[in-house]
């Protein structure tokens, strides 16, 4: 004979009720008007219209890829481009070239001291930079009641 599951002492327990947002309150008085629930609070930046969403997840700039094109070709500057720093990502294209090409003539040794340094701070600095252009971004396509 196949074992029995013994009851479950639960099932005999009513359930809790819930008035007014407080578990265990006892049940209102009959005729009593309830109290209406608060309104759930609004979502964290919902926008009011989808297709704003859709057009800040196409164009928005994800820290991640700024970090990976800084870790692989940050001599370069492709992290700085990726951003929107144009200027800053020539400068750092054209003084990673010269620390390439004087690399070998050991000056590049001495310049890549402080370009080092240079990329070190550059990788905090982007990342402000592209949440910065996030923020605008949001600003652009969907201004806020004061706009």
């Known amino acids: 004979m196949p074992p029995t ?5 639960r099932s005999n327990v009513p359930p809790a009720t819930v008035v007014g947002g407080q578990p265990g309150a006892p049940p209102p008085a009959p005729g009593a ?23 800040y997840a196409a164009n928005k700039k994800e820290v991640w890829i700024a970090v990976v094109l800084w870790f692989f070709f940050g001599w370069f500057g492709a992290h700085r ?25 050991l000056i590049g040794w001495i310049l890549a001291g402080p370009y080092f340094i240079w990329l070190i701070i550059d990788l905090i600095l982007v990342i402000g930079r ?8 949001i600003d652009r396509l969907a201004p806020g009641p004061g706009a």
């Open 5 to 9: 599951k013994p009851p479950n002492k």
């Open 130 to 137: 592209i949440q910065r252009t996030n923020n605008r971004l």
């Open 81 to 105: 481009f990726y951003a929107g720093s144009i200027g800053i990502g020539v400068a750092e294209l054209l003084f990673g070239i010269v620390c390439l090409a004087l690399w070998f003539v």
């Open 33 to 55: 008007a309830q109290q209406p629930a608060a309104p759930a609070a609004p979502a964290a930046q919902a926008p009011a219209d989808p297709h704003v969403a859709l057009r």
